[in-house]
């Protein structure tokens, strides 16, 4: 954004937003001064901010080219956030050219950049609603235009539900979702956590979400865990288990090396839905 910080209509620059936290943390140019602002206070806290970014984003682009490799042919990326470059559908349509994907947030400044983003992108299609909201979300008719709901759907949950309290109950949620996709669905989610980190980054980082449109609230690794209740975890590296892990490990070919301060922010983990 320019610096003379032009809003597009009804996009608010006096409130930072999450979603143009997470782009400034990028490296992005879709936020303005009252993002940047809350961002330089977390990174003051929290010097690998950045690289925990770019560990999730990898996460995401990771596991949608292997569901793709799977042979999943159509995603749901809710909380999709206003990334430029590798989005859901390169990542897809790079195996799958004609694989389809919904995009789905409620930043009214993703719309914005969604529109122009995805303006002669086949396969793919952007729906403003909430993810604590489904019933609202799969009734929009571009939801059931652009999804087979008789065919597997790749379901991206991708460092969102750490903006739903408890009181939302990310847990059933989460559940409500995977209970309208068809079986051979896949669950693929990331979500921040507290574990092992310092009390000083974690309150910098809660008071400066507190202050923007979502506070945000860290899980424990159980909690994570129980997210995927009902689904069949996948290893998320070679030699691992059915569990979650850091983002940065999840389809990394070195995981010891991918294991940085920065992916630890986040335990992540892809689950298939077998019946
Ligand atoms: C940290 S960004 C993640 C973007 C992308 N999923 C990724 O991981 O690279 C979180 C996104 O979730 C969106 N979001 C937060 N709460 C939401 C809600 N209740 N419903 C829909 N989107 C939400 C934000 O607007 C933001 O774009």
Excluded at 166 to 176: A, V
Aim: glycine share 8%.
């Amino acid at each position: 954004m320019s610096d003379i910080e032009q809003a597009p209509p009804g996009v608010d620059i006096t409130v930072p937003s999450v979603a143009r936290m997470y782009d400034y943390f990028l490296g992005g140019t879709d936020n303005f001064e009252v993002d940047r602002i809350a961002g330089e206070k977390i990174r003051a806290n929290m010097p690998e901010a950045m690289d925990t970014a770019w560990a999730n984003r990898g996460f995401l682009q990771r596991s949608v080219r292997w569901l793709a490799e799977q042979g999943i042919r159509q995603f749901i990326d809710i909380g999709a956030g206003l990334p430029t470059m590798n989005n859901t559908h390169d990542a897809a349509q790079a195996v799958i050219p004609d694989a389809r994907i919904l995009y789905v947030d409620n930043d009214p400044l993703v719309r914005v950049h969604a529109n122009k983003l995805l303006e002669g992108a086949t396969g793919t299609a952007f729906i403003t609603a909430d993810f604590r909201d489904p019933d609202g979300l799969f009734g929009q008719q571009t939801a059931q235009e652009a999804i087979d709901f008789t065919e597997p759907v790749g379901l991206l949950v991708v460092a969102l539900t750490h903006f739903v309290p408890d009181e939302d109950d990310p847990w059933g949620l989460i559940q409500r979702y995977m209970s309208r996709l068809a079986p051979g669905s896949y669950l693929a989610l990331s979500a921040a956590t507290d574990d092992r980190q310092s009390a000083r980054a974690l309150g910098t980082i809660k008071e400066e979400y507190s202050k923007s449109t979502a506070a945000v609230h860290m899980r424990t690794r159980a909690e994570v865990t129980r997210l995927f209740t009902g689904l069949e975890l996948v290893p998320p590296y070679d030699g691992a288990g059915r569990e979650i892990s850091y983002t940065g490990e999840w389809g990394a070919e070195d995981p010891v090396a991918a294991d940085s301060d920065g992916s630890r922010w986040a335990y992540c983990g892809v689950a298939r839905k077998t019946a």
